[in-house]
């Protein structure tokens, strides 16, 4: 297997109701590779130890609704 250190897992939109599902996942990834999740809840933050809250503005509503459609990914 790869050296998971080299991989980035990112889980997007993290709410309340699922930070029991992240804590399975969590889990399951090895210790070494680094995650990234994104949540609106302090509540999910606080239940993962280690955690260390990025606190970011919120785009303008104007950008905001411009990014989905100027955006288009091949993934």
């Given at each position: 297997?790869e050296d998971s250190?080299?991989?980035?897992?990112?889980?997007?939109?993290?709410?309340?109701g699922q930070?029991?599902?992240?804590?399975?996942?969590l889990?399951?990834?090895?210790?070494?590779?680094?995650?990234?999740?994104i949540?609106r809840?302090?509540?999910?933050?606080?239940?993962?130890?280690?955690?260390?809250?990025?606190?970011?503005?919120?785009?303008?509503?104007?950008?905001?609704?411009?990014?989905?459609?100027?955006?288009?990914?091949?993934?």
């Open positions: 297997m250190s080299e991989w980035l897992l990112i889980v997007d939109n993290v709410l309340d930070a029991r599902l992240l804590h399975q996942l889990r399951l990834v090895p210790l070494a590779t680094p995650v990234l999740f949540t809840s302090e509540l999910v933050v606080s239940s993962v130890t280690g955690a260390k809250p990025v606190l970011t503005d919120s785009l303008p509503d104007g950008d905001a609704r411009v990014l989905p459609t100027s955006s288009s990914c091949a993934c």
